[in-house]
């Protein structure tokens, strides 16, 4: 376990403390430094996993020379991070609200730990007795990091399309990591994909809370954390060891990087750039991260068009661009060298011109959408509406940008997994049934992003923060 | 206006009690009763035996597989996709191979799982 946790560790305290120099302002606050830890960690171990798979075709089936090889180039990097901090640094910019929460707003951390504490316990108590987790874990992201761990001379095996061969094309963010873990430990325990697993969901609780707690204040972070573990379904995914909260921790990471770029007066090159190795990675963990990836660019134009204009987004899509490179020359070196023909896009034949045009189909998909989200957590939908009757929305002092383009981002990849569902070569009402619920847990944390920072505080709602003056 | 923030604080306490009941509904009906191992456990342990029978077991590369256990039914194809799924998994970096003649193959009976090499089919 230990061997593992240091496998993770290694790549994840050298992005933090390179995000760290770009952005000292975050030391400010102990948000910040958990804000930079989240992003920190999800990009070390993402981009680790793709030169762990870059390894293979360059070099063979990795073995203590890998490991040796990474200590080296990790501790190098390490040293020259250190120096460059060691300089005095100007603080920079500040981006977060500067009334502290109150002291009530403030313990809120108190019931969301104890959530925490009986999600873990559930987590926990599914691995006793599910140490391989479900269908899709054993059948293709568990299968294929044994493959590459096992596989000396036949790692290739892994994207084999033999019959029966779910999904070969899918990318390899969790069957890398959890086979980079396994080097590090010497043997394919069931200990290295749970905790990969559950890395993953902290991490998203930790962005989502550290990056409300710096946005909002007021203990709007803790609120969110609370609603985020208060969907079963999402802490159901995450013993079952599959790669949808993996991938919903880059899509909502992405997006909260674009909303602090929008925060900053969008100057920096840091936010955009981030966001784009965070997109790179949600397409490098699933085949939806691909539509993420369109979905975010085309989210940014359309806002843009209404509010700041094309240059600034042209400015900030270069960086976007060029964060995105490295991860997207990976991605697309893996599917076109590697990965044979996905089944949806192979899968189509001239009758889905058909299929656009079946009214029956539009029906059910809008129907099974419409449970799908009814049936998110048991009357959460109920409880968000009641809730935002109560606090109420925040003074428009308070107001920030960032929340429009969030629910276009919302609607554009909605949008594209109606079009998914609509045109698959699959029957539909299956494949309705055996994805959708995932769907909606891939989208719940950035779902709960755009929420809460749409609605008060508590401290707000409380009038414990100054509400505006009345217009005279 | 604290009030308000009460009755959230109430109604986040509600949604908190279903919560909890959905977590212990989701404990139980489909997992192995104490004390048992789950399926894909099980079937790795059988996987082992099988292995540790046959000194001729490859350890890389491919081999065919055979079902003469599971129907042609709905029901058998089921139940034939899911033990091939294991089947993989199982046998892992060995490829299991529906398709084609290779010298060994694995196949499943109502006795059980065994490893044929071609010279030895009758």
Same mark, same amino acid.
């Given at each position: 376990?230990?061997?593992?946790?240091?496998?993770?560790?290694?790549?994840?305290?050298?992005?933090?403390?390179?995000?760290?120099?770009?952005?000292?302002?975050?030391?400010?606050?102990?948000?910040?430094?958990?804000?930079?830890?989240?992003?920190?960690?999800?990009?070390?171990?993402?981009?680790?996993?793709?030169?762990?798979?870059?390894?293979?075709?360059?070099?063979?089936?990795?073995?203590?020379?890998?490991?040796?090889?990474?200590?080296?180039?990790?501790?190098?990097?390490?040293?020259?991070?250190?120096?460059?901090?060691?300089?005095?640094?100007?603080?920079?910019?500040?981006?977060?609200?500067?009334?502290?929460?109150?002291?009530?707003?403030?313990?809120?951390?108190?019931?969301?730990?104890?959530?925490?504490?009986?999600?873990?316990?559930?987590?926990?108590?599914?691995?006793?007795?599910?140490?391989?987790?479900?269908?899709?874990?054993?059948?293709?992201?568990?299968?294929?990091?044994?493959?590459?761990?096992?596989?000396?001379?036949?790692?290739?095996?892994?994207?084999?399309?033999?019959?029966?061969?779910?999904?070969?094309?899918?990318?390899?963010?969790?069957?890398?990591?959890?086979?980079?873990?396994?080097?590090?430990?010497?043997?394919?325990?069931?200990?290295?994909?749970?905790?990969?697993?559950?890395?993953?969901?902290?991490?998203?609780? !930790?962005?989502?809370?550290?990056? %409300?707690?710096?946005?909002?204040?007021?203990?709007?972070?803790?609120?969110?954390?609370?609603?985020?573990?208060?969907?079963?379904?999402?802490?159901?995914?995450?013993?079952?060891? #599959?790669?949808?909260?993996?991938?919903?921790?880059?899509?909502?990471?992405?997006?909260?990087?674009?909303?602090?770029?929008?925060?900053?007066?969008?100057?920096?090159?840091?936010?955009?750039?981030?966001?784009?190795?965070?997109?790179?990675?949600?397409?490098?963990?699933? @085949?939806?991260?691909?539509?993420?990836?369109?979905?975010?660019?085309?989210?940014?134009?359309?806002?843009?068009?209404?509010?700041?204009?094309?240059?600034?987004?042209?400015?900030?899509?270069?960086?976007?661009?060029?964060?995105?490179?490295?991860? !997207?020359?990976?991605? %697309?070196?893996?599917?076109?060298?590697?990965?044979?023909? @996905?089944?949806?896009?192979?899968?189509?034949?001239?009758?889905?011109?058909?299929?656009?045009?079946?009214?029956?189909?539009?029906?059910?998909?809008?129907?099974?959408?419409?449970?799908?989200?009814? @049936?998110?957590?048991?009357?959460?939908?109920?409880?968000?509406?009641?809730?935002?009757?109560?606090?109420?929305?925040?003074?428009?002092?308070?107001?920030?940008?960032?929340?429009?383009?969030?629910?276009?981002?919302?609607?554009?990849?909605?949008?594209?997994?109606?079009?998914? #569902?609509?045109?698959?070569? #699959?029957?539909?009402?299956?494949?309705?049934?055996?994805?959708?619920?995932?769907?909606?847990?891939?989208?719940?944390? %950035?779902?709960?992003?755009?929420?809460?920072?749409?609605?008060?505080?508590?401290?707000?709602?409380?009038?414990?923060?100054?509400?505006?003056?009345?217009?005279? | 206006?604290?009030?308000?923030?009460? *009755?959230?604080?109430?109604?986040?306490?509600?949604?908190?009690?279903?919560? *909890?009941?959905?977590?212990?509904?989701?404990?139980?009906?489909?997992?192995?009763?104490?004390?048992?191992?789950?399926?894909? $456990?099980?079937? $790795?342990?059988?996987?082992?035996?099988?292995?540790?029978?046959?000194?001729?077991?490859?350890?890389?590369?491919?081999?065919?597989?055979?079902?003469?256990?599971?129907?042609?039914? $709905?029901?058998?194809?089921?139940?034939?996709?899911?033990?091939?799924?294991?089947?993989?998994?199982?046998?892992?970096?060995?490829?299991?191979?529906?398709?084609?003649?290779?010298?060994?193959?694995?196949?499943?009976?109502?006795?059980?799982?065994?490893?044929?090499?071609?010279?030895?089919?009758?």
């Amino acid at each position: 376990m230990i061997l593992i946790l240091f496998a993770l560790a290694l790549p994840a305290a050298i992005c933090t403390a390179g995000l760290r120099i770009y952005w000292p302002a975050a030391q400010v606050r102990p948000m910040g430094w958990v804000f930079l830890a989240c992003l920190g960690t999800g990009v070390g171990i993402g981009f680790a996993s793709c030169y762990f798979f870059l390894w293979y075709p360059a070099f063979g089936h990795p073995n203590s020379g890998f490991i040796v090889a990474e200590l080296f180039a990790l501790g190098a990097l390490a040293t020259l991070l250190y120096q460059y901090l060691k300089r005095p640094h100007k603080k920079g910019q500040p981006v977060f609200l500067e009334t502290p929460p109150s002291l009530w707003a403030g313990r809120l951390w108190v019931p969301f730990t104890v959530l925490a504490i009986l999600a873990t316990r559930y987590v926990w108590s599914y691995y006793l007795a599910e140490p391989h987790g479900y269908w899709d874990a054993y059948a293709f992201w568990n299968v294929r990091a044994r493959y590459l761990y096992r596989g000396t001379e036949t790692w290739r095996d892994a994207f084999a399309a033999y019959p029966l061969q779910d999904h070969p094309d899918y990318p390899l963010f969790l069957p890398a990591t959890i086979a980079r873990c396994w080097l590090y430990a010497g043997e394919d325990d069931t200990l290295a994909p749970i905790t990969v697993a559950f890395l993953m969901a902290v991490l998203t609780a !930790g962005v989502l809370i550290s990056g %409300l707690s710096l946005l909002r204040g007021g203990g709007q972070g803790w609120v969110a954390g609370m609603a985020l573990i208060g969907s079963h379904q999402y802490v159901e995914n995450i013993g079952i060891q #599959y790669a949808d909260v993996p991938l919903a921790f880059f899509i909502v990471a992405s997006a909260i990087a674009f909303v602090f770029h929008d925060r900053t007066g969008r100057s920096s090159c840091l936010f955009p750039a981030l966001a784009g190795m965070l997109a790179g990675l949600a397409a490098w963990t699933k @085949n939806e991260g691909l539509l993420f990836l369109a979905a975010i660019v085309g989210s940014r134009g359309a806002v843009a068009l209404f509010g700041p204009g094309i240059r600034p987004f042209l400015r900030e899509q270069g960086w976007f661009l060029l964060g995105l490179l490295p991860i !997207g020359l990976t991605i %697309l070196y893996f599917k076109v060298e590697f990965a044979p023909p @996905n089944d949806l896009v192979a899968g189509q034949k001239p009758a889905t011109l058909g299929q656009i045009a079946d009214w029956s189909r539009h029906e059910l998909i809008l129907k099974e959408f419409a449970s799908a989200i009814w @049936n998110h957590g048991r009357y959460m939908l109920l409880i968000l509406i009641a809730y935002t009757v109560l606090v109420g929305r925040p003074p428009v002092s308070r107001r920030g940008p960032g929340i429009a383009f969030i629910f276009v981002l919302l609607l554009s990849v909605a949008a594209g997994y109606y079009l998914i #569902y609509l045109t698959t070569p #699959y029957e539909l009402s299956w494949h309705l049934m055996t994805s959708l619920h995932r769907l909606i847990v891939q989208l719940w944390p %950035l779902a709960l992003l755009g929420y809460f920072l749409a609605v008060a505080t508590p401290d707000e709602a409380g009038k414990v923060v100054p509400s505006d003056p009345p217009k005279s | 206006m604290r009030w308000r923030v009460w *009755a959230a604080a109430v109604v986040f306490g509600f949604g908190f009690l279903l919560w *909890a009941d959905d977590l212990s509904q989701l404990e139980g009906p489909s997992w192995p009763a104490p004390g048992e191992q789950s399926f894909p $456990e099980q079937h $790795e342990k059988l996987i082992q035996q099988v292995k540790a029978r046959n000194n001729q077991f490859p350890t890389q590369g491919t081999i065919g597989y055979r079902d003469d256990l599971c129907g042609p039914d $709905e029901q058998g194809r089921l139940k034939s996709h899911r033990i091939y799924i294991l089947m993989r998994y199982s046998f892992a970096p060995v490829l299991i191979d529906l398709r084609g003649d290779h010298p060994g193959s694995l196949v499943l009976t109502s006795k059980g799982i065994h490893f044929e090499q071609k010279a030895q089919r009758p």
